[in-house]
Nanobody, 114 residues
Framework: QVQLAESGGGLVQPGGSLRLSCAAS????????MAWYRQAPGKERELVAQ???????TYPDSVKGRFTISRDNAKKTVYLQMNSLKPEDTAIYYC????????WGQGTQVTVSS
């Protein structure tokens, strides 16, 4: 079955960096769009970054220029490099894909605080 396993979250100071990883299994990884979403307390889940099977990327204005999504099809892994982190980036970050059905990972906590 489809499994998405995030890792790499943690506590970082404002201005710092983190790299999240999402290891995927159970579907033809290279054929599908992968995405990262986040959800802060009391807020709706929102798209953070998306990468198509062809490598085209999409970002909202809130993270554009600071976050970079990438994928390694050989490792079946998608990454999210987050730089210049701000306190408002604090959230649980989820990996997402839709190979016919919507699948989410369990999430990884990112806390940006001094």
């Amino acid at each position: 079955q489809v499994q998405l396993a995030e890792s790499g979250g943690g506590l970082v100071q404002p201005g710092g960096s983190l790299r999240l990883s999402c290891a995927a299994s159970g579907f033809s990884f290279s054929s599908y769009t992968m995405a990262w979403y986040r959800q802060a307390p009391g807020k709706e889940r929102e798209l953070v970054a998306q990468i198509t099977s062809g490598g085209r990327t999409t970002y909202p204005d809130s993270v554009k220029g600071r976050f970079t999504i990438s994928r390694d099809n050989a490792k079946k892994t998608v990454y999210l490099q987050m730089n210049s982190l701000k306190p408002e980036d604090t959230a649980i970050y989820y990996c997402y894909t839709n190979p016919g059905m919507r699948y989410w990972g369990q999430g990884t906590q990112v806390t940006v605080s001094s």
